[in-house]
């Protein structure tokens, strides 16, 4: 993934979790990833996401994988 994706994947989901009033805390525990991976995540160097990171985020924020990569 190149960078520019990264951010707006991580964009993204920061938009999805603040819609469902989320907190990063809260989206990651839902998730079950780190919090400060999904620091990370939303931030403006964002590491490349596996497909299951995806799922989880996805799964966390109900909606489907692809609504995550619709930017």
């Not at 469902?20 to 990833?33: C, D, F, N, V, W």
């Not at 919090?35 to 490349?48: H, S, T, V």
């Amino acid at each position: 993934m190149d960078n520019n994706i990264r951010v707006k994947l991580g964009r993204r989901i920061k938009d999805l979790r603040r819609k469902r009033g989320y907190t990063q805390e809260r989206l990651s525990e839902l998730a079950e990833i780190d919090y400060k991976y999904l620091q990370r995540i939303e931030g403006k160097n964002p590491p490349a996401l596996k497909i299951d990171t995806i799922e989880r985020l996805a799964k966390a924020l109900k909606v489907k994988p692809a609504e995550l990569l619709k930017f």
